[in-house]
């Protein structure tokens, strides 16, 4: 193979001649910016924010149920220190405690910690959906509540146990499903 040989007189004469050769800077392109995003950032973004909202919702929905778990083992626990003991005045001061305790956690905001005597009961009765008509708080056995956490363990108090669990215990199923409805 024969290559063709550049000689002076076949070659052009301006490349030849440093003084007339001009150079062009090299052109850098514009810096990408940051705004319009990517799409791929936008998708990144609403992941980020369903992740965040998806953990808040799962928060709210577990701590809701764990403080009907934690009145529901509570009121077990009531039950089956009663079943034992059968020590009423007991039984009576640890319903009382729990039903307070119960409003105060699912009425956060309201006035509720502050009632007394018949405005308690009213509430509660008030508050109840689930209570049958012939046992009301209002009743010979739900002002046991009022007056049982201030007696001593060997009071003799005449009520039907069975009659003031049931109540608490409808008070309480009705009260928590009240508090799931609202939530969400």
């Known amino acids: 193979m024969n290559e063709p040989v550049l000689s002076p007189q076949t070659a052009n ?30 998708i990144t ?6 992740i965040i909202a998806a953990v808040y919702f799962a928060r709210k929905v577990y701590l809701g149920k764990q403080l009907s778990r934690d009145i529901s083992a509570e009121l077990e626990h009531i039950k089956q220190q009663y079943q034992q ?9 640890d319903l009382s405690v729990l039903l307070r305790r119960a409003n105060i956690s699912y009425y956060p905001e309201s006035h509720i910690a502050g009632l007394t005597g ?19 708080f209002q009743s ?7 007056s049982a956490p201030y007696l001593p363990d060997d009071a003799d108090l005449d009520f039907d146990a069975s009659i003031l669990i049931s109540l608490c ?8 499903n009240k508090i799931q409805v609202v939530s969400r």
């Open 13 to 42: 004469p301006d490349l030849l001649n440093p003084g007339t050769l001009e150079l062009r800077d090299i052109h850098l392109p514009d810096p990408i910016s940051w705004w319009p995003l990517a799409p791929g950032w936008w």
């Open 45 to 50: 973004l609403a992941i980020v924010l369903l």
């Open 85 to 93: 003991a059968e020590n009423k005045p007991q039984l009576a001061r």
């Open 118 to 136: 018949k405005h308690w009961l009213q509430h509660l009765d008030k508050s109840n959906d689930k209570a049958p008509a012939d046992h009301l």
């Open 140 to 146: 010979e056995t739900g002002e046991v509540l009022l």
């Open 169 to 176: 215990e409808s008070w309480l199923m009705s009260a928590h």
